[in-house]
């Protein structure tokens, strides 16, 4: 598949953190940065999707990747993903948090992939989907829309209406066996793991 672009998620507040997680510096980069950068490797394009263009400073996100705002901002991940897919010209985007240090290169071509006849390819882990590590065509944007309009935001709800492919966790596991590339940073103490993490791997 030779049509997919990048989508990154950044439009949260950060709230438990206390600060933007995004801008938190991981390995010697901002950690949006380093999300771009590993999306760079398998996407065609990536697209960094914001609820404030403004709220950044600059050099933070590099000025060949595009800042789409939120067309529904406070509506979670699902307005975030709409708004992405709605933006790129590309039939296929493949969506992750701004705040997934580990991102997983091997998979997220696997998922790419695993994709190419679905709208929607999704790891599984626990029995449960993983949405923000997902690939989905434009064919799921009529859908989205549809909950988003009614305060619907849970994403999943739309899937049994578009072709998916689950990959099971198994499968996940013979390329990532610790699961890092779904560790995102929330917490404090997560963002301490990820350090010792970097660290350990240097």
């Known amino acids: 598949m030779s049509t997919v672009s990048g989508i990154v998620l950044a439009g949260g507040e950060s709230r438990r953190l206390g600060r933007d997680k ?7 980069q901002h950690l949006i940065a380093r999300v771009i950068d590993r999306m760079r490797k398998v996407c065609d394009e990536v697209l960094v999707v914001v609820s404030n263009v ?15 705002l939120d067309k529904y901002p ?6 975030g993903i709409y708004s992405g897919l709605m933006s790129t ?25 695993m994709g190419s ?3 929607i390819c999704v790891p599984v882990l626990s029995g449960r989907p993983e949405p923000t590590h997902a690939l989905y065509s ?4 009529p859908h989205m829309r549809c909950q988003l309009d009614i305060n619907d935001l849970k994403i999943t709800n739309f899937f049994s209406k578009v072709t998916v492919n689950y990959i099971d966790e198994a499968i996940v596991k013979t390329i990532d066996p610790d699961l890092l590339s ?21």
Do not use: H, W
Not at 22 to 28: N, P, R, T
Not at 91 to 113: H, R, S, W
Not at 182 to 202: H, T
């Open 54 to 68: 403004s709220r950044y400073p600059a050099q933070t996100i590099p000025t060949d990747v595009e800042t789409v």
């Open 22 to 28: 995004a801008l938190e510096i991981i390995d010697g």
């Open 117 to 119: 006849t679905f709208d």
């Open 182 to 202: 779904f560790f995102n940073i929330n917490y404090q103490s997560d963002l301490d793991r990820a350090l010792g993490i970097v660290k350990a791997q240097n």
């Open 138 to 141: 434009k064919k799921c944007l």
């Open 74 to 79: 406070g509506k979670g991940s699902l307005g």
């Open 89 to 113: 010209t590309m039939e296929y985007g493949l969506v992750v948090a701004c705040d997934m240090p580990f991102l997983n290169l091997t998979l997220l071509q696997k998922i790419i992939n």
